[in-house]
T-cell receptor
Framework: GAVVSQHPSRVICKSGTSVKIECRSL??????MFWYRQFPKQSLMLMAT?????????EQGVEKDKFLINHASLTLSTLTVTSAHPEDSSFYIC?????????????????FGPGTRLTVT | QKEVEQDPGPLSVPEGAIVSLNCTYS??????FMWYRQYSRKGPELLMY????GNKEDGRFTAQVDKSSKYISLFIRDSQPSDSATYLC???????????FGTGTQLKVEL
């Protein structure tokens, strides 16, 4: 499967500051990347779908002006949490999905990064 | 009602036991079903996926999907302590990329 990295793995920031999280595909060119958020004891919730060269698609209830997504290349997507608050503290995970133009079930697999633990104090 | 329901556990079993993990879902449009394993503070890794109803076996793991009852299962044979993790089921509509996850079941395999 594809190898996905995230940076940083852990970040602590003060309330009101902004934090950028990077998601890199190390061996695969991904036209689509996904950003999830996972609170303790809860499922992964899709926040947005990041498309290379175009605007991200946000899920209902996710503020696009607060969670800025940039997918400038086929190997890098970034999530910036602007004006972070303690309630934004969570585990943020990206994943990448292969080119949707390719046929076959296996081509729709999503490969997840190791996650970024954000703590806002 | 959540689209995918999963008992959070924890489920504790002795080493060597057969483990049964289950999910129910409500979205009739789901065509693909996945099981992910997530170790503590790590990203999920894909274990198995199945298309529509049926069984799929891979080593000690067997995935089952019954679309008529909207029930999906993962069986782990000869469970090992290294299987201790949280197991997440997920469904996806045909032709789409969006995965909908259950909350995950925490499994502990004890020596």
């Amino acid at each position: 499967g594809a190898v996905v990295s995230q940076h940083p793995s852990r970040v602590i920031c003060k309330s009101g500051t902004s934090v950028k999280i990077e998601c890199r595909s190390l061996d695969f060119q991904a036209t689509t990347m996904f950003w999830y958020r996972q609170f303790p004891k809860q499922s992964l919730m899709l926040m947005a779908t990041s498309n290379e060269g175009s605007k991200a698609t946000y899920e209902q209830g996710v503020e696009k002006d607060k969670f800025l997504i940039n997918h400038a290349s086929l190997t890098l997507s970034t999530l910036t949490v602007t004006s972070a608050h303690p309630e934004d503290s969570s585990f943020y995970i990206c994943s990448l999905g292969p080119n949707a133009g390719l046929a076959g079930v296996g081509r729709y697999e999503q490969y997840f990064g190791p996650g970024t633990r954000l703590t806002v104090t | 009602q959540k689209e995918v329901e999963q008992d959070p556990g924890p489920l504790s079993v002795p080493e060597g036991a057969i483990v049964s993990l289950n999910c129910t879902y409500s979205n009739s449009a789901f065509q693909y079903f996945m099981w992910y394993r997530q170790y503590s503070r790590k990203g999920p890794e894909l274990l198995m996926y199945t298309y529509s109803s049926g069984n799929k076996e891979d080593g000690r793991f067997t995935a089952q999907v019954d679309k008529s009852s909207k029930y999906i299962s993962l069986f782990i044979r000869d469970s090992q302590p290294s299987d201790s993790a949280t197991y997440l089921c997920a469904g996806r509509e045909g032709g789409g990329n969006k995965l909908t996850f259950g909350t995950g079941t925490q499994l502990k395999v004890e020596l």
